[in-house]
């Protein structure tokens, strides 16, 4: 059999953990979810285990057992940080690993985003990205007050007037992701001359209004920040459905996947490469990364005791999106390469607790891979972009 | 015994885009990597000042429809780059200007509870209603707001924020693993806020930060400006750096207080002020001729007379006379998102002073504008700048300085080195941080809540 390919490994950052009982446990800081020392904590396990990077989640409303609405639950962690600064804050105290903050495009400003991005990718020197995310939830519409909300099922696929709905939405967000993107592109790199002889700081041919103008709002540019070191941090987006994967394959770099198993993995790698092809983006890399909630334990039934143990404290059996995997290190390691044959590049590993499975990602997990050949063993230095084999974007804006 | 003296607040300004930054010198160095915000702002905290300060624009400016290209241009966001300082330095009062006009009261509220929290009680926000719709072409908003509904627009926008920061008490999250009660109160962050300005309810997600509400700031200097500071800022940023305009710009704004029920103390003002050191106050009036004209090159001086008269002069000769004819009066579109224009009120007069100071002191177009804009505030050895700080605090006409150097990022190594220990020599200094938050540092009273409590 050929070595398998190396995989690539990220992390979502969440509170104490996916699990909602993970803050009771005893090795949960609760009270310091809100500190920078606690995410400094995690970032930096993070990097010890050579991941690519960590994503950090993040929303306009109060966390939710609830899809579309606040459950006024007050048994599980609620109140978060915004994700774009909690990474700009561990930044400087780390030097390989990705940060990858959550921003809304529903209600945010495409101008701001742009340009806190690429401040992200300067003080991180090249790590940054972006997991961008699209809102339904009525509540946070209510926290702006700018917009209507249609009265919808949202959960219901069926109804025409949900699809029309959610398809507004997800082409709001490959808007806004197009005008991220080329506010990024605004300045060529060497727009700055300093020329004292011509007294001129900037070469204005080499700053580009970007002129967008669409259905739900227009931007003229150019970006009041140059152009980041990684030309354009990376760019990814979570998907659950057809309408998702387009934006994906149209928008992202990384495209995260729910698969509940390896063919259901399969058909979506290649449902996203034809919305790739369709898009013209048959040439360029994106990753398709599984996302797997992971509860991990020196054995399969200490794995399953711990998640039991979660169960019981919150009354409930834990359910997600995403696929979940209860065993071992070397199991989880068996699954990741198993599943890698549907075309998977990476995976999106959701710790069940924080900081106890991530733990066993970096020091169980992350060891198991390097002995099988299919994890880096050192950082090679350089940009996130570089980490993941993307080149650094040519900008559209430059006459060679 | 003698009273103590009054103490100094003080500021750094990080010397980015602004048209007194020099970036032909030698040792400037750049306005974006990362680096050089980590010097200013850990230069800052070694001479143990109040806070770091970070302008913002929102829009490239322009004159005559080109992007101007004469000054440094390029800037960070604020919001991230005062989170990343605060993983760089232990005590130094993060600030930065945030425009209420391009924003939301939601989203803003958000990242400053977020920065307080990072920097454990650090934050500060210079409140600007810079409003063009110049600007606002940049935004989904679009230019919609006439300039005197911006004050307006403001100061709701303040007051909702406010609601927002206080819709957590802090004592919400308890945390308790035993008992699995992680919030004390299901409808921590309610709030409900219905104004002309705005329209909003639900839930705020971020429990309540160390300072409870970032420092608050105010830099405009029209009435509606000084109106705004007096009701709602804990300090104004103001351009009245002389004994005489300091004491009646103090006199102005701290008589408006009481009308809030608030108290001298509780509006610090500090002018924005640059400086020029030397070995003799001799060399240090060289030094700051040198500077003068670094910042104001040929080029630089047309495009800014070019303001006044707003017109194209880009046939004009710097070294020559000013323009014969008058200032075009009206609204002005020679120059499009820079400050100083929203300053000029009315052209004719500035025209008419101009010409008879060039005329009294034979000063060619260029030597004029050396000679009418942006002087050094203070220039002297180090023993005079400390002395002549000291004095305008110690006569009430500022209670301390918001320092904008001219060189990034060393701008302010040579005050911190020989300034600052003068002046803790004169014990209107502190030779140590003895408080953790910036409203602390700056000696302010903790501010009532919405609900009246003290917190
Ligand atoms: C010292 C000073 C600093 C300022 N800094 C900024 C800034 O960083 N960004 C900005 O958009 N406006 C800035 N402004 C503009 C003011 O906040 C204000 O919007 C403008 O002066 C118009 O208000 P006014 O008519 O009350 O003066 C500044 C103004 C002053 C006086």
């Known amino acids: ?400 | 015994m003698t009273k103590p003296p009054r103490q100094i607040r003080l500021g750094a300004h990080f010397p980015g885009v602004n048209n007194t930054t020099v970036w032909s010198d030698p040792r400037a160095g750049s306005q974006i990597d990362f680096a050089s915000f980590t010097h200013l702002a850990r230069t800052a905290e070694r001479a143990k000042f109040d806070f770091f300060f970070l302008a913002e624009g929102l829009r490239l400016r322009e004159q005559r429809g080109r992007i101007h290209d004469l000054d440094v241009v390029g800037r960070p966001d604020t919001f991230t780059v005062l989170a990343a300082l605060a993983a760089v330095t232990d005590r130094l009062g993060l600030t930065g200007t945030i425009n209420s006009t391009f924003n939301e009261p939601y989203e803003v509220a958000r990242q400053f509870a977020s920065l307080d929290h990072l920097s454990a009680g650090r934050a500060g926000w210079n409140v600007v209603t810079s409003w063009d719709a110049f600007t606002g072409e940049n935004f989904r908003r679009g230019g919609y707001l006439a300039a005197e509904d911006r004050y307006r627009r403001a100061e709701q926008f303040l007051r909702t924020s406010w609601q927002l920061f206080d819709s957590w008490h802090g004592d919400e999250v308890v945390a308790d693993k035993d008992s699995g009660t992680f919030l004390a109160d299901a409808g921590a962050g309610a709030f409900g806020h219905h104004d002309d300005q705005f329209d909003i309810t639900g839930q705020f997600n971020v429990p309540r930060s160390p300072q409870g509400r970032p420092v608050i700031l105010q830099a405009g200097d029209s009435d509606a400006g000084r109106e705004f500071a007096a009701a709602t800022a804990d300090a104004i940023f103001s351009q009245h750096n002389t004994l005489e305009a300091g004491q009646a710009f103090v006199a102005d704004v701290k008589g408006r207080l009481a009308r809030y029920g608030r108290g001298h103390d509780e509006l610090l003002v500090l002018p924005a002020a640059t400086f020029a050191l030397g070995d003799t106050d001799a060399e240090a009036q060289e030094n700051a001729l040198q500077i003068r004209r670094q910042q104001v090159s040929g080029q630089t001086a047309l495009l800014f007379v070019e303001h006044v008269w707003n017109r194209d002069l880009s046939d004009h000769d710097p070294d020559g006379p000013l323009p014969e004819d008058d200032p075009v009066v009206g609204e002005n579109t020679i120059a499009r998102g820079r400050a100083s224009v929203r300053q000029i009120r009315d052209p004719l007069a500035i025209a008419r002073q101009w010409r008879e100071l060039a005329e009294a002191k034979k000063l060619s177009l260029r030597e004029l504008v050396i000679e009418v804009t942006g002087r050094q505030t203070f220039i002297g050895t180090a023993a005079t700048v400390a002395a002549q700080l000291d004095d305008l605090v110690q006569q009430r006409a500022a209670d301390g300085f918001i320092l904008v150097p001219h060189v990034t990022p060393g701008g302010l190594d040579e005050f911190a080195d020989k300034v600052v220990p003068l002046l803790q020599e004169r014990g209107s200094f502190r030779a140590d941080y003895e408080t953790e938050t910036l409203r602390e540092h700056l000696g302010l009273p903790p501010r009532p809540t919405l609900e009246g409590e003290l917190r």
């Open chain 1, 1 to 400: 059999m050929a070595p398998p390919l190396p995989l690539h490994l990220a992390v979502a950052l969440d509170g104490a953990g996916w699990h909602p009982a993970a803050w009771r446990l005893p090795d949960a800081r609760p009270t310091e979810l809100l500190t920078a020392a606690y995410w400094t904590d995690l970032v930096t396990e993070a990097e010890r285990g050579l991941l690519d990077f960590v994503t950090i989640e993040d929303g306009l409303g109060l966390q939710s057992s609830h899809h579309d609405r606040p459950d006024g639950r007050t048994d599980q962690v609620r109140g978060r940080l915004d994700a774009v600064l909690t990474a700009a804050r561990v930044a400087p105290l780390t030097s390989h690993i990705g940060l990858v903050p959550t921003a809304t495009t529903t209600h945010t400003e495409p101008f701001h985003v742009a340009k806190a991005l690429a401040t992200l990718d300067y003080v991180s020197l090249g790590r940054a990205g972006w997991r961008m995310q699209v809102s339904a939830r009525p509540d946070e519409v209510g926290h702006f007050g700018r917009r209507q909300f249609p009265q919808l099922n949202i959960t219901d696929f069926t109804d025409p007037s949900v699809l029309a709905f959610v398809t507004e939405l997800f082409d709001e967000a490959a808007d806004f992701a197009e005008v991220v993107r080329r506010l990024w592109d605004s300045w060529e790199d060497d727009a700055e001359i300093r020329d004292v002889a011509t007294g001129r700081f900037v070469d204005v041919a080499k700053l580009h209004p970007i002129d967008f103008e669409g259905p739900r709002f227009s931007v003229r540019g150019p970006s009041i920040t140059p152009r980041p070191p990684q030309g354009q941090p990376l760019v990814t987006a979570l998907a659950h459905a057809s309408i998702p994967y387009r934006l994906g394959a149209r928008a992202a770099d990384v495209v995260y996947i729910t698969p509940a198993d390896a063919d259901i993995a399969g058909a979506t790698v290649a449902e996203i490469r034809e919305h790739q092809a369709a898009a013209g983006r048959a040439e360029q890399t994106v990753h398709v990364f599984a996302d797997l909630v992971v509860f991990l334990g020196d054995t399969d039934a200490a794995a399953q005791a711990g998640r039991d143990r979660l169960e019981e404290l919150a009354g409930a059996a834990y359910t997600s999106d995403a696929p979940i995997f209860t065993g071992t290190p070397q199991g989880l390691a068996d699954r990741l390469l198993a599943w890698q044959e549907a075309g998977l590049t990476g995976y999106r590993l959701r710790p069940a607790t924080l900081p106890g499975d991530l733990r066993a990602i970096t020091r169980g997990l992350v060891p198991e891979l390097q002995r099988r050949g299919a994890f880096r063993t050192a950082y090679p230095g350089g940009t996130l972009r570089g980490l993941l084999g993307l080149p650094r974007p040519a900008n559209r804006y430059a006459t060679v």
